[in-house]
């Protein structure tokens, strides 16, 4: 493993020990000392260790190490994606129908920009400039659709499904924007391994 693979495993472990410990604040859970130091230390290294067996088992299948990267990656960016989403919410509530939905997008398109730069030169290794255009034009119509998935599982799962099993509706918003990050994440991994950034 180099360097930034280190880096980039610990700073998205600390992102979602960040999460978590924003979850279980807001469902009225305190950690304590221990439980803050769990988060601010254990998961970082946790995702490290992860890293790490993807890397020994990517010697033999190269897919488990790009996976993991792509992981991480995508775990730091719905974390940012997560954060701009609420801060959007409450400021564009106050004057824009459908402000969930504007924000949903907005900060969708945010994260994806980390994620590309991420996935292009961390995940798939792509440092070429050769054809830029095509590349951009591919992750762009890759991430349209992957945006209509995240949006509308964000939808489904916020609007049609509401909160499940006594899940605070607060909570279960969170958690909608994470399934819909889930549910982009594979179509996304797909297309950028096999189409944008293939070698």
Same mark, same amino acid.
């Given at each position: 493993?180099?360097?930034? &693979?280190?880096?980039? #495993?610990? =700073?998205?472990?600390?992102?979602?020990? $960040?999460?978590?410990?924003?979850? /279980?604040?807001?469902?009225?859970?305190?950690?304590?000392?221990?439980?803050?130091?769990? /988060?601010?230390?254990?998961?970082?290294?946790?995702?490290?260790?992860?890293?790490?067996?993807?890397?020994?088992?990517?010697?033999? +299948?190269?897919?488990?190490?790009?996976?993991?990267?792509?992981?991480?990656?995508?775990?730091?960016?719905?974390?940012?994606?997560?954060? @701009?989403?609420?801060? !959007?919410? =409450? /400021?564009?509530?106050?004057?824009?129908?459908?402000?969930?939905?504007?924000?949903?997008?907005?900060?969708?398109?945010?994260?994806?920009?980390?994620?590309?730069?991420?996935?292009?030169?961390?995940? $798939?290794?792509?440092?070429?400039?050769? &054809?830029?255009? #095509?590349?951009?034009?591919?992750?762009?119509?890759?991430?349209? @659709?992957?945006?209509?998935?995240?949006?509308?599982?964000? +939808? +489904?799962?916020?609007?049609? !499904?509401?909160?499940?099993?006594?899940?605070?509706?607060?909570?279960?918003?969170?958690?909608?924007? @994470?399934?819909?990050?889930?549910? #982009?994440?594979?179509?996304?991994? =797909?297309?950028?391994?096999?189409?944008? +950034?293939?070698?």
């Amino acid at each position: 493993m180099k360097v930034v &693979d280190i880096i980039f #495993a610990l =700073v998205c472990g600390r992102l979602v020990g $960040f999460l978590v410990g924003d979850f /279980l604040y807001e469902s009225g859970i305190n950690v304590g000392v221990w439980g803050t130091i769990v /988060l601010w230390i254990a998961f970082p290294f946790f995702a490290l260790f992860c890293l790490w067996v993807a890397h020994l088992v990517g010697r033999k +299948f190269l897919f488990i190490f790009q996976g993991a990267k792509f992981l991480l990656i995508g775990a730091g960016a719905t974390v940012i994606d997560l954060k @701009i989403f609420e801060i !959007l919410a =409450v /400021l564009l509530g106050l004057i824009i129908p459908l402000s969930t939905i504007i924000s949903k997008t907005i900060s969708f398109l945010f994260s994806t920009l980390i994620k590309f730069w991420g996935n292009k030169y961390w995940t $798939f290794g792509k440092h070429e400039k050769d &054809d830029i255009t #095509a590349e951009a034009i591919q992750f762009f119509a890759i991430t349209i @659709i992957g945006l209509v998935i995240d949006v509308s599982f964000f +939808f +489904f799962c916020a609007n049609i !499904l509401g909160p499940q099993f006594g899940t605070p509706a607060i909570i279960w918003l969170k958690i909608s924007v @994470i399934i819909a990050a889930l549910a #982009a994440a594979l179509w996304n991994f =797909v297309g950028y391994k096999f189409f944008v +950034f293939k070698k």
